[in-house]
């Protein structure tokens, strides 16, 4: 008579019983894969985005689910470098972006106005892919602390609602950082970059992260500061998928953009591009021959 189960289930079971044919093995824990069955990103070469400008591109490239650390001390730049990369790519690409700027909110408008110069469609720009989150305590909350946690919480939901592509916060510095009282900072900045690389792979978005390098550094002469002289050491390197260092040379109107981390093939290179700033509009603008 036939098994329930099918006439050669049923013999193979019998057989297997007998220890005539080996027992089927148990299937294998939740997400464990063979090779030939573990899904796969598609390539990061293919869909990388360029910022607009061909020379930063050869060391710097941005994608979904990166996270990106920016330093160098302040008043070099690196906010005035980064709103640049973030009205190219709106043009170019059409991105949506999320800024936590507290330093530069209250001038944020007419400094991305500057920037943009003549190139058509600021106004849409600015109405439909800029987003700003307001550290003002009448419009964040007077009772809440604006943590990271806080500020992350509000982007998602952007991110959600409007279909953000990028998310920036400048600088790490402004944010309140609750601290259990036990907790080493180095652990903390740990757990706390840990979680912002979980929102850039969970929602599909570009971090970019600015922190000032230690005090340290700008004392001992200005000298050219690397990921590890951020407050929390070697955690800003090894969790970033991008790092860069900006420094200016203030003598000749330059600044200097240093890829000093990739771990992405097809996302930049060590290396570094040099731009010339206009002091009036806080334009970049790649030199001949920028890359090195």
């Known amino acids: 008579m036939k098994n329930v189960i099918g006439f050669e289930e049923g013999i193979e079971n019998l057989n297997a019983r007998d220890g005539l044919l080996p ?5 294998r824990p939740r997400g464990i894969y063979a090779l030939a069955d573990l899904p796969q990103r598609e390539s990061i070469a ?4 360029g910022t607009g400008w061909w020379e930063l591109d050869q060391i710097w490239k941005i994608y979904p689910g990166q996270f990106v650390v920016v330093t160098g001390i302040a008043g070099h730049g690196k ?13 170019v690409h059409g991105t949506r972006s999320f800024l936590f700027v507290p330093e530069n909110e209250q001038s944020i408008f007419s400094k991305l106005k500057a920037i943009w110069g003549d190139r058509p469609c600021f106004e849409y720009f600015a109405r439909e892919q800029c987003i700003v ?11 809440e602390p604006i943590d990271l946690r806080s500020v992350l919480d509000r982007a998602v939901a952007c ?28 652990d903390y900045i740990r757990e706390a970059l840990m979680y912002l690389k979980r929102i850039c792979r969970q929602h599909s978005v570009t971090v970019i992260l600015v922190a000032h390098p230690t005090k340290a550094v700008t004392e001992n002469g200005g000298r050219l500061p690397n990921l590890s002289d951020i407050e929390g050491s070697m955690n800003w390197y090894n969790k970033c998928d991008n790092g860069l260092v900006v420094h200016r040379d203030f003598e000749h109107k330059s600044s200097k953009v240093i890829s000093a981390k990739v771990r992405e093939h097809g996302a930049g290179k060590i290396g570094s591009c040099h731009f010339f700033v206009d002091e009036q509009t806080g334009l970049f603008t790649p030199m001949h021959g920028a890359v090195t």
């Open 79 to 91: 906010s005035t470098f980064l709103l640049n990369v973030i009205a190219n790519m709106a043009i």
């Open 46 to 49: 293919e869909h990388a985005l």
């Open 133 to 143: 989150q307001s550290a003002v305590a009448d419009y964040f909350g007077e009772d």
């Open 159 to 186: 991110i959600e609602r409007d279909n953000l592509d990028v998310l920036m916060i400048d600088p790490w510095n402004e944010l309140e950082h609750l601290k259990p009282e036990r907790q080493l900072m180095t």
């Open 23 to 27: 027992k089927r093995p148990a299937p």
